[in-house]
């Protein structure tokens, strides 16, 4: 059974930066493809970034520019370096594993999930 338990979050001003880590353990020799979500209260989950079993990434068009997906594949360790917070930005952030090669960013496609983070960004 995967594991993936995020940590990271905090409280920032609008502008600041913060790095979120997803720790991963079970995996197994499958491939996967790993993604950010984010849900704010009273709305729906939704993809930020996606980085295949190839290393592609992909964005949500309100993060390009500002977030930056990454793995180090040698500590099982997902990130998501977020620069030029947002107040809108502030959500619970969840780290996913689908157990397959490449997502598209569907919720429904990634297996396992995180417990999430709190992000808050202040004006």
């Known amino acids: 059974q995967v594991e993936l338990v995020e940590s990271g979050g905090g409280s920032v001003q609008a502008g600041g930066s913060l790095r979120l880590s997803c720790a991963a353990s079970g995996y197994t020799d499958s491939s996967y493809c790993m993604g950010w979500f984010r849900q704010a209260p009273g709305k729906e989950r939704e993809g930020v970034a996606g980085?295949?079993?190839?290393?592609?990434?992909s964005y949500a068009d309100s993060v390009k520019g500002r977030f930056t997906i990454s793995q180090d594949n040698a500590k099982n360790t997902l990130y998501l370096q977020m620069n030029s917070l947002k107040p809108e930005d502030t959500a619970m952030y969840y780290c996913?594993?689908?157990?397959?090669?490449?997502?598209?960013?569907?919720?429904?496609?990634?297996?396992?999930w995180g417990q999430g983070t709190q992000v808050t960004v202040s004006s």
């Open positions: 996913a594993a689908g157990r397959r090669d490449y997502c598209s960013g569907s919720r429904e496609e990634y297996n396992y």
């Open positions: 980085i295949d079993s190839d290393g592609s990434t």
